[in-house]
């Protein structure tokens, strides 16, 4: 068998040892691994009679390519937000832009379905969030054999308790919100924190929560500026030091306003999110007339080596997701349900994405995690 590996979406720590993983399990079952570089993006701007083209978007992996890249964060194969089922007309390749029709987006699946052919990919292993493993489950519906394998920090994919990413994204954003009580308490200020997750709330629920920040704000309870004020007001008052501390969720938005978004919209439907804090702390400061210290932490809490926890799952995920391509097993994502692995139709993927349980998790009136019995719960709360 040649079995194909490929991750989309944001870059998490865990990558690479998963990658690595992958190829150890099938090359000793005496199978072969190509690497398809940039995501899905390397099968939608691969041109199989084209030599250069097939170096450019593939990687062949073996035991030597592989060596040594468990010690680094970051993706060997490169990452891409591409979607060939819905490729704008400014994003078509030039060697495809004969079979573009019309204004677009266009499906370029077909194209895909080649080339797999072609490069004699028996069987791929994508390794992705949400959106990347939306194109997995479209490519199982057209016949692939596909295993995915669920990685996001924000920790957000259905069918599972954990994703690779989202270990090391809260141990990165409490180290660093602990770090930033220095400067927070020598100034005697109010300090904003804004993280990763889109419209997940969870990184800044469990980091709020670990790091014992007095607010957090979450994407799924929307916000009222005056409210939370006080709130801070108060906590400052009461802290010996003077300071006070809140996260924000970057998919947050408050009571009056819209969640913020830039840019255009990806491939997937997706606008940047981002700039939430520093709105939060501009309208803290008209409130409350106090210094404040706005940060995002974005792209820290997911870059660098990852930690013991998702060093183990990534290299846990790898095995099971190569033992089941190797076996024939088609349309399946390896999971973690109850602290045991397990694997879960890759269907479930098409249920959306999960959100903070607000009720068991979160009181709403004080903007704070709200944990007061965790007996039964998965391991991170979620």
Known sequence: MRIGVLTGGGDV?????????????????????????RGWAGLLECEPDNAESVAACTMPLDRKAVRTIDRTGGTILHTSRRNPGRVSAGDVPSFLAHRAHGDGPHDFTPHVLETLDRLGIDAMVPIGGDDTLSYALRLHEEGVPVVAIPKTMDNDVHGTDYCIGFSTAVTRSVQFIHNLRTSTGSHERIAVIELFGRYSGETSLISAYLAGVDRAVISEVPFDPEKLAALLLGDKAANPSNYAMVTISEGAKSVHGEVLLSGEADAYGHRKLGGVGKELGLALKEITGEGIIAQELGYLMRSGAPDSLDLMVATNYA????????????????????????????????????????????????????????????????
């Open 13 to 37: 720590p865990g990558l690479n040892p998963c990658i690595k993983s992958v190829v150890h399990r099938v090359i000793d079952d005496g199978h072969d691994v190509v690497g398809i570089r």
């Open 319 to 382: 095995v099971m997701a190569a033992d089941l391509a190797v076996e024939g097993s088609r349309g399946r994502m390896v999971s973690l349900r109850n602290g045991t692995y397990i694997n879960v139709p890759i269907s479930v993927t098409r249920e959306g994405a999960k959100r903070v349980d607000v009720d068991a998790l979160y009181d709403s009136d004080a903007y704070q995690p709200k944990v007061r019995h965790v007996g039964g719960k998965p391991m991170f709360l979620y």
